[in-house]
């Protein structure tokens, strides 16, 4: 079969019991790798005590524990563009189970390190170094896992694909807070101190190496298989071409993900700590809120997908950046004024969060398969590194001056997403098959 032929029957197909296979695999796996990778910001209450000086304020501790937290994001880019590189030259499958071991071993770890009380300044140094390493994790995984679901499924399905993986990852997030929440219920405040912030990290560990050994099942994606079979893979480094050829995919990949690191960081990651700390809520409340808000947010993600798929991205990203503008203005104001609106506020903004399903749908069809893993790793981590590292700081450090911090970092991160999808609605892109001359969009 040529390669033109192989192309029409992708695109033309529907989705196969195979392809529910691939996607339910990769979304657990991935799922259970965030898990670990997140799972971190959940305990930061705790880490700040456990890990640094009891004698500097707790404002300090919490900082300097929120700078490890982003030391992992700073991580990124490197294990990204290197499994990325492989993964573009040697399979996609390779790098996509590689990662989720990776990722496995430090979880582990944190939950066998000695605190700053029992061997001092090198329990933070520690601690850093493993963040560091699920830092290099996670920046292969997450790109290396939109790409081979996208490349698994046919051409007008890829938006559904995408949105489903991100529904994993999501997932993930899910299952931090509902241990959060389970360990905080079942623990005194003490307890978790002793004892109980472990647990959550040795059984990341445990999920980790159970992702590994699901990805077995998975085969290779056909797009590769069919660039190696045509040597057609990259004649020289990938991130060369990225970088040379294609600076405007770069450019659109790296400005929707600041939108999704602000909206994903702020709104999931860091509410919860937001809402014991600035607003009053009990830690069990907050962390409830948070695991109705992430499971809103799962739905969210299936829904941008299936959106963008049938709207095409301009569309969906001038509504979606509205609609979250909205929601997290309204979240951060009213539960101010009125805390019995938290659930449902909270459950709303978790919705309109989902937006971030669609991000990775218009980063595959940006580049062209040869160096699309390079492309859309490069650029995501590059942006998580830089935006996603320093949120966590930078919303920490302005709350001092407002606490409508938050929302107002959002916001301004939608007004980027809209101008976007503007953009993306007046030249029409995403709303054709990928390009098959393998030139891509810039």
Same mark, same amino acid.
């Given at each position: 079969?040529?390669?033109?032929?192989?192309?029409?029957?992708?695109?033309?197909?529907?989705?196969?019991?195979?392809?529910?296979?691939?996607?339910?695999?990769?979304?657990?796996? #991935?799922?259970?790798?965030?898990?670990?990778?997140?799972?971190?910001?959940?305990?930061?209450?705790?880490?700040?005590?456990?890990?640094?000086?009891?004698?500097?304020?707790?404002?300090?501790?919490?900082?300097?524990?929120?700078?490890?937290?982003?030391?992992?994001?700073?991580?990124?880019?490197?294990?990204?563009?290197?499994?990325?590189?492989?993964?573009?030259?040697?399979?996609?499958?390779?790098?996509?189970?590689?990662?989720?071991?990776?990722?496995?071993?430090?979880?582990?770890?944190?939950?066998?390190?000695?605190?700053?009380?029992?061997?001092?300044?090198?329990?933070?140094?520690?601690?850093?170094?493993?963040?560091?390493?699920?830092?290099?994790?996670?920046?292969?995984?997450?790109?290396?896992?939109?790409?081979?679901?996208?490349?698994?499924?046919?051409?007008?399905?890829?938006?559904?694909?995408?949105?489903?993986?991100?529904?994993?990852?999501?997932?993930?997030?899910?299952?931090?807070?509902?241990?959060?929440?389970?360990?905080?219920?079942?623990?005194?405040?003490?307890?978790?101190?002793?004892?109980?912030?472990?647990?959550?990290?040795?059984?990341?560990?445990?999920?980790?190496?159970?992702?590994?050994?699901?990805?077995?099942?998975?085969?290779?994606?056909?797009?590769?298989?069919?660039?190696?079979?045509?040597?057609?893979?990259?004649?020289?480094?990938?991130?060369?071409?990225?970088?040379?050829?294609?600076?405007?995919?770069?450019?659109?990949?790296?400005?929707?993900?600041?939108?999704?690191?602000?909206?994903?960081?702020?709104?999931?990651?860091?509410?919860?700590?937001?809402?014991?700390?600035?607003?009053?809520?009990?830690?069990?409340?907050?962390?409830?809120?948070?695991?109705? +808000?992430?499971?809103?947010?799962? +739905?969210?993600?299936?829904?941008? #997908?299936?959106?963008?798929?049938?709207?095409?991205?301009?569309?969906?990203?001038?509504?979606?950046?509205?609609?979250?503008?909205?929601?997290?203005?309204?979240?951060?104001?009213?539960?101010?004024?009125?805390?019995?609106?938290?659930?449902?506020?909270?459950?709303?903004?978790?919705?309109?969060?989902?937006?971030? #399903?669609?991000?990775?749908?218009?980063?595959?069809?940006?580049?062209?398969?040869?160096?699309?893993?390079?492309?859309?790793?490069?650029?995501?981590?590059?942006?998580?590194?830089?935006?996603?590292?320093?949120?966590?700081?930078?919303?920490?450090?302005?709350?001092?001056?407002?606490?409508?911090?938050?929302?107002?970092?959002?916001?301004?991160?939608?007004?980027?997403?809209?101008?976007?999808?503007?953009?993306?609605?007046?030249?029409?892109?995403?709303?054709?098959?990928?390009?098959?001359?393998?030139?891509?969009?810039?």
């Amino acid at each position: 079969m040529s390669t033109t032929a192989a192309t029409d029957d992708r695109s033309s197909r529907p989705l196969s019991r195979q392809d529910m296979k691939t996607l339910s695999l990769s979304a657990l796996g #991935g799922a259970l790798e965030f898990y670990d990778f997140i799972v971190f910001v959940f305990f930061t209450a705790a880490l700040s005590k456990l890990f640094f000086p009891p004698d500097v304020s707790d404002w300090v501790r919490q900082l300097q524990t929120y700078g490890i937290f982003a030391a992992g994001y700073l991580a990124r880019p490197l294990g990204g563009i290197v499994m990325a590189h492989f993964g573009d030259l040697v399979g996609r499958k390779r790098m996509f189970t590689f990662s989720i071991f990776l990722m496995a071993v430090p979880t582990f770890a944190m939950g066998l390190l000695p605190t700053y009380a029992e061997i001092g300044i090198a329990a933070p140094i520690l601690l850093l170094l493993l963040r560091i390493i699920q830092g290099a994790a996670i920046g292969g995984e997450v790109p290396g896992a939109w790409v081979f679901v996208a490349e698994h499924v046919p051409d007008r399905h890829v938006g559904f694909a995408c949105g489903t993986l991100t529904a994993g990852l999501t997932v993930g997030i899910l299952m931090g807070s509902l241990m959060a929440t389970f360990i905080n219920q079942s623990l005194s405040p003490q307890e978790v101190l002793d004892y109980g912030w472990r647990i959550a990290f040795v059984l990341g560990g445990v999920f980790g190496l159970l992702g590994v050994y699901l990805r077995r099942y998975l085969s290779e994606t056909p797009v590769f298989e069919e660039m190696r079979q045509h040597k057609a893979l990259a004649r020289e480094l990938p991130i060369k071409t990225v970088i040379l050829a294609h600076p405007g995919s770069v450019a659109l990949s790296m400005l929707l993900t600041w939108m999704l690191t602000a909206a994903i960081v702020v709104v999931i990651l860091m509410t919860p700590n937001f809402l014991q700390s600035a607003y009053g809520f009990a830690p069990a409340v907050a962390f409830k809120a948070n695991a109705v +808000a992430v499971i809103c947010l799962t +739905a969210g993600c299936l829904f941008a #997908g299936w959106a963008v798929d049938r709207y095409g991205s301009g569309t969906t990203f001038i509504a979606g950046s509205i609609l979250l503008a909205a929601c997290v203005y309204g979240f951060y104001t009213n539960i101010a004024q009125d805390p019995t609106l938290l659930f449902p506020f909270y459950s709303l903004t978790g919705f309109t969060v989902g937006i971030v #399903g669609a991000v990775p749908f218009v980063m595959v069809k940006a580049f062209p398969p040869a160096v699309r893993f390079s492309g859309l790793s490069f650029s995501y981590n590059m942006a998580y590194a830089i935006f996603g590292g320093l949120t966590p700081v930078a919303v920490a450090a302005l709350l001092k001056e407002s606490p409508l911090a938050p929302a107002w970092y959002v916001i301004a991160t939608c007004a980027i997403g809209l101008v976007l999808g503007i953009y993306m609605k007046l030249t029409g892109f995403g709303r054709s098959p990928v390009d098959r001359s393998g030139t891509g969009r810039t």
